[in-house]
């Protein structure tokens, strides 16, 4: 009876360790379709001129995940005629880009885009959205750095806590 409660134990530290691993793995893919979102964005409004409503539709099916969910919300947000941008933006944001799928810093990042988007002209759209890239590649190169590590650092912290607590039962 012991030996599969340990067993269970065990099992579920390793699983915690690994769900974990994948939450983070999870939050930088969402910042790499971000990044690649931007880039659509920023030449859509650059050369072809499209409305935003059909940019974010654009967005939503050029990308994945998370960050797919939210334009296409926003897209069919503002084509309902929802309310100003920079509220469906936020209000986008606190409903599909939880903490789960995006760290507090980066929401707050894309917040901030979401009040320039919509109403200054193109070429200041055009600059808010480099600005916004350049602060995107920062984060992605610190979450580069770190993301093997934790990648494997999670399922072996899983398994090491479990055996702890499977020592401490014995």
Known sequence: MRMAGMLMVMLGCIGAGIWYGQIYLRKWHNLKN?????MILRNEIMYGRTPLPAAFAQMAARTNGSISRFFDTVSRR?????????????VSIQE??????????????LAGLGNTLGYLDVQMQIQALELYEKRLEGSLQMWEREKEKKARL??????????LICLMIM
């Open 34 to 38: 971000c990044q690649k979102a931007v």
């Open 78 to 90: 503002l084509e309902e005629g929802g309310g100003r941008l920079e509220d469906i933006w936020i």
């Open 96 to 109: 599909v880009l939880t903490a789960r799928e995006m760290r507090q810093e980066d929401r707050q990042e």
């Open 154 to 163: 999670y399922p072996v912290l899983g398994t090491m806590g479990g055996a």
